[in-house]
């Protein structure tokens, strides 16, 4: 049996980084409702600008699918997950991540997903939100297929949030210990 030993703190990054996954069916285009993580929203503090209806649909929609890419990238150890929903920043930390966990042979997943999301900020133009989430899950971290580590979590996560051709990106996701 081969054991990973990882450096200082590595734990704790691919702890907070990851800690929002959700184990992931098929492919990345499967979005049933059995695996979408449940995403609570308040738009009450949007401001300056109040956030239309649809948008808050599409942002809700397409930042659920931007978890499940992330619970499929973690899980399987795969970069092709992050492409539809991330971009920059948020894409490069992921990947330095998951190249990590390929490196040390662990994967992570995350269950029962609940997000309590608050909308901290629309752009009067419309093309910037910023969203303070509170994460409850169960963080699983895995060394081939054997479980080494179980814990329930509860994380705090600045996103910024831009369109892009046809969905919501997910350009900063920034662990932070409370808001």
């Known amino acids: 049996m081969t054991r990973?030993?990882?450096?200082?703190?590595?734990?704790?990054?691919?702890?907070?980084?990851?800690?929002?996954?959700?184990?992931?069916?098929?492919?990345?285009?499967?979005?049933?409702?059995?695996?979408?993580?449940?995403?609570?929203?308040?738009?009450?503090n949007s401001g300056p600008r109040a956030m239309e209806a649809l948008t808050q649909q599409n942002v809700v929609r397409h930042y659920g699918r931007a978890w499940q890419s992330l619970a499929d990238a973690f899980d399987r150890n795969t970069l092709v997950s992050l492409n539809d929903y991330f971009v920059g920043a948020?894409?490069?930390?992921?990947?330095?991540?998951?190249?990590?966990?390929?490196?040390?042979?662990?994967?992570?997943?995350?269950?029962?997903?609940?997000?309590?999301?608050?909308?901290?900020?629309?752009?009067?133009?419309?093309?910037?939100?910023?969203?303070?989430?509170?994460?409850?899950?169960?963080?699983?971290?895995y060394d081939g297929d054997k479980s080494i580590h179980t814990e329930p979590a509860v994380l705090h996560y600045v996103v910024l949030m831009t369109p892009g051709a046809d969905r919501w990106v997910i350009r900063q996701l920034q662990a932070v210990p409370q808001f």
Not at 18 to 35: K, N
Not at 95 to 121: A, C, N, P
């Open 90 to 141: 948020a894409k490069d930390q992921l990947t330095g991540t998951v190249k990590e966990q390929q490196r040390t042979g662990i994967h992570s997943r995350y269950l029962d997903q609940r997000h309590m999301v608050d909308v901290v900020f629309y752009a009067p133009e419309g093309d910037v939100v910023m969203l303070h989430d509170t994460v409850q899950c169960d963080l699983e971290v």
């Open 4 to 44: 990973h030993v990882l450096a200082p703190g590595t734990m704790v990054m691919l702890a907070l980084l990851s800690l929002f996954l959700l184990s992931f069916r098929a492919g990345a285009a499967d979005f049933s409702p059995a695996s979408t993580p449940q995403i609570e929203i308040n738009t009450v």
